[in-house]
Structure formats: structure tokens, C-alpha cells
């Protein structure tokens, strides 16, 4: 389910896809580990930019664009699939990371349309 804030980011899921990484079962998705995963604003930008840019089922961690070693990358995107909020699927050598909109909807409505609404402090307006 889209929020209002996004475009409709359905994407045809690919004949081919290989297994998921370990991850909670949906009804095991506990609101704290959400949340605290998200106390980090790098976290909180890695589902934002998932939920209202993607451009494809999934997507590499290149494509996020951000300027900090592949380790620390690394660390981020496996406490995000630790806490449940996105899917990882291993191709080759390289990751690529889904958000779990369908079951984040389910277990915590609302949970994204907040994530929606918060703008990453390099986009908020400067007072002056």
C-alpha cells in the first residue's frame, strides 16, 4: 500500500529471484527494534529514499549514494533486515535491499506514512 506521500512502487517481482536472508517472521516484528533501528538518521534515510525513490524490485547498495565505506554500509543494512524493515537477497557477490512495506503496513499501520513525512537533515529548511 502506497502512502500519500509516494508513488506507487509496486514492481513486478522477477522470475529468478534467489533466497532471502535470515530475517523476523512478520508476527514477530517488534516495534522497539523498529524504532530503534531508526534512531539512526542514516537508517531512517536508507527506508525513506527505498519507500519514495525506488526504481526497480530492489536495489544495491551503490545505488543509495552515499559517501561512507562499504563496512559501514554493511553494518546499517544488516541491523535494518535484523529489525525487519527490509528484505535482503544475495546476488553473487553483491546485496540488494527491498523495503517490507506489505508486512510493515500489516503489523504497524501508519509506521510509514511517518517515515514519509520526515525530511533528512540535509533537506529540512534553514531557519533564518
Given at each position: 500500500?502506497?502512502?500519500?506521500?509516494?508513488?506507487?512502487?509496486?514492481?513486478?517481482?522477477?522470475?529468478?529471484?534467489?533466497?532471502?536472508?535470515?530475517?523476523?517472521?512478520?508476527?514477530?516484528?517488534?516495534?522497539?527494534?523498529?524504532?530503534?533501528?531508526?534512531?539512526?538518521?542514516?537508517?531512517?534515510?536508507i527506508i525513506?529514499?527505498?519507500?519514495?525513490?525506488?526504481?526497480?524490485?530492489?536495489?544495491?547498495?551503490?545505488?543509495?549514494?552515499?559517501?561512507?565505506?562499504?563496512?559501514?554500509?554493511?553494518?546499517?543494512?544488516?541491523?535494518?533486515?535484523?529489525?525487519?524493515?527490509?528484505?535482503?537477497?544475495?546476488?553473487?557477490?553483491?546485496?540488494?535491499?527491498?523495503?517490507?512495506?506489505?508486512?510493515?503496513?500489516?503489523?504497524?499501520?501508519?509506521?510509514?506514512?511517518?517515515?514519509a513525512h520526515?525530511?533528512?537533515?540535509?533537506?529540512?529548511?534553514?531557519?533564518?
Amino acid at each position: 500500500m502506497a502512502t500519500s506521500h509516494s508513488k506507487d512502487r509496486s514492481f513486478d517481482m522477477p522470475s529468478d529471484l534467489p533466497e532471502a536472508l535470515p530475517e523476523p517472521a512478520t508476527t514477530d516484528l517488534r516495534l522497539e527494534t523498529i524504532m530503534g533501528a531508526l534512531a539512526d538518521p542514516l537508517r531512517l534515510t536508507i527506508i525513506r529514499k527505498l519507500m519514495l525513490e525506488s526504481e526497480a524490485y530492489d536495489h544495491a547498495c551503490g545505488w543509495f549514494g552515499f559517501d561512507r565505506p562499504k563496512s559501514s554500509l554493511t553494518h546499517h543494512f544488516k541491523a535494518l533486515r535484523e529489525a525487519g524493515l527490509i528484505r535482503q537477497r544475495q546476488y553473487g557477490l553483491e546485496r540488494r535491499s527491498r523495503l517490507r512495506t506489505e508486512d510493515l503496513n500489516a503489523r504497524f499501520p501508519g509506521l510509514l506514512e511517518l517515515v514519509a513525512h520526515w525530511k533528512p537533515p540535509s533537506l529540512k529548511k534553514k531557519r533564518g
